[in-house]
């Protein structure tokens, strides 16, 4: 027990529990927007069942780390004479999912879809189909987490520590990102921006991880959005004193 206290071990389960944050941002837009399709009281219940689903999931994946690395490079498919490992597949699907998903929300917030259907209530998402669709946008968010992990810390209770300690984080700050979201229609629209750049940059990687890690193009992809973000700080400072802000379309959604 003591050799797990070691400086070297506490100095890699803080710098990873920071790092397993931030990568997690992306993931918590993702999922606010999810839960904002329940039924308010089951908002709550939503964000407990994305934490336990999200732990769970990441602490699988990292006891198979060493399995999952051993399989990067070993194709499971071939298309255009190009092999694809499990990686690869999964971050092409996760970023046509996460683009698809995401175009369609803005649709929806703009063209005011349900005030086309004569003003009727849309259904509620049910929760098994939000937590099925959490679980598997986390599984793409995940990969990342995981490697980052591992090039982080070199002992499996730490890094295991780490994943859970910034899941409960993000499951706490959850909810007032979420609220400062819906509060701010701008915002709402850069995250889904966002979220649209984060999908085309997983399946950039997805089809060529090497040459997205020799361009670096997360790194300007989240340049971009803590510019943005900033820029939008700015402006909402200038804009504080305006009585009639903007305002996106929400669903009628059926309270139970």
Same mark, same amino acid.
């Given at each position: 027990?003591?050799?797990?206290?070691?400086?070297?071990?506490?100095?890699?389960?803080?710098?990873?529990?920071?790092?397993?944050?931030?990568? *997690?941002?992306?993931?918590?837009?993702?999922?606010?927007?999810?839960?904002?399709?329940?039924?308010?009281?089951?908002?709550?219940?939503?964000?407990?069942?994305?934490?336990?689903?999200?732990?769970?999931?990441?602490?699988?994946?990292?006891?198979?780390?060493?399995?999952?690395?051993?399989?990067?490079?070993?194709?499971?498919?071939?298309?255009?004479?190009?092999?694809?490992?499990?990686?690869?597949?999964?971050?092409?699907?996760?970023?046509?999912?996460?683009?698809?998903?995401?175009?369609?929300?803005?649709?929806?917030?703009?063209?005011?879809?349900?005030?086309?259907?004569?003003?009727?209530?849309?259904?509620?998402?049910?929760?098994?189909?939000?937590?099925?669709?959490?679980?598997?946008?986390?599984?793409?968010?995940?990969?990342?987490?995981?490697?980052?992990? *591992? *090039? /982080?810390?070199?002992?499996?209770?730490?890094?295991?520590?780490?994943?859970?300690?910034?899941?409960?984080?993000?499951?706490?700050?959850?909810?007032?990102?979420?609220?400062?979201?819906?509060?701010?229609? /701008?915002?709402?629209?850069?995250?889904?921006?966002?979220?649209?750049?984060?999908?085309?940059?997983?399946?950039?990687?997805?089809?060529?991880?090497?040459?997205?890690?020799?361009?670096?193009?997360?790194?300007?992809?989240?340049?971009?959005?803590?510019?943005?973000?900033?820029?939008?700080?700015?402006?909402?400072?200038?804009?504080?004193?305006?009585?009639?802000?903007?305002?996106?379309?929400?669903?009628?959604?059926?309270?139970?």
């Amino acid at each position: 027990m003591q050799h797990l206290v070691s400086s070297e071990n506490v100095i890699s389960f803080l710098v990873l529990v920071i790092l397993e944050i931030v990568l *997690g941002i992306d993931n918590v837009i993702f999922v606010s927007i999810i839960i904002n399709r329940l039924p308010k009281n089951l908002h709550p219940k939503g964000r407990l069942a994305w934490m336990i689903t999200g732990i769970a999931m990441r602490t699988v994946l990292l006891m198979g780390l060493s399995w999952l690395l051993k399989q990067k490079g070993k194709p499971v498919i071939t298309l255009f004479d190009k092999g694809f490992d499990i990686a690869s597949l999964v971050m092409l699907a996760g970023g046509l999912f996460l683009i698809y998903k995401t175009v369609k929300e803005i649709h929806e917030k703009l063209e005011g879809e349900e005030e086309l259907n004569n003003g009727a209530a849309k259904k509620p998402l049910k929760f098994a189909n939000a937590v099925f669709q959490i679980m598997l946008i986390d599984l793409v968010f995940s990969f990342d987490s995981i490697i980052t992990a *591992g *090039g /982080t810390a070199k002992v499996l209770a730490v890094m295991v520590a780490a994943v859970v300690v910034a899941m409960i984080a993000m499951f706490f700050f959850s909810a007032l990102i979420a609220k400062f979201i819906q509060k701010h229609p /701008t915002i709402k629209m850069l995250a889904m921006s966002f979220l649209v750049m984060i999908g085309f940059t997983l399946i950039v990687e997805g089809w060529d991880h090497e040459s997205a890690e020799l361009l670096h193009l997360k790194n300007y992809v989240y340049f971009a959005m803590a510019f943005s973000f900033l820029v939008e700080l700015l402006n909402m400072k200038m804009r504080k004193q305006s009585k009639h802000p903007i305002q996106l379309h929400e669903p009628h959604v059926k309270e139970k």
